[in-house]
């Protein structure tokens, strides 16, 4: 596996853990060269499924992608580790292969990981929904955050 860092091919496994009830496992590996730590996933390859973007362009499902989404979204939040994060993208792979064969819309994955997002933090709730909505003032952003119950009245 090369190292995202310095791109040296030597490195060693440090730990091991069965991810979505088994189907994969997520690697933590740390390179020989620089010492840097990253991981990787090892899975089973499900049917080829596709992304209907918004354009109307199609493209490969990319979990790579809806991995970094919703880290950006969850930056800095003391509660959310990267196992909460490994488990919200297992579970919204679980529910887009669920609910589609082949083509699922950006759409549809930006509501999923938006309900799941909002189960497990508002503020990295917020964050996604309000790239992924593309709000266009700062009252789009105000009613977002009403809605969620807390208003600007709350402290």
Known sequence: MRCPLCTCQDDKVVDSRAVKDGAGVRRRRECLNCG???????????AELKVKKRSGD?????????RMGIEKACWKRPHIDDEAIDQMVNKVISDIESKFEKIVPSRDIGFIVMKE???????AYVRFASVYKEFKDIDEFIEEIRSLGGGANRQ
């Open 36 to 46: 840097h730590r990253f991981s990787t996933y090892e899975g089973i390859v499900q």
């Open 58 to 66: 199609i493209k490969d499902f990319d979990r790579d992608s809806l």
């Open 117 to 123: 997002l909002k189960k497990l933090d508002e503020v």
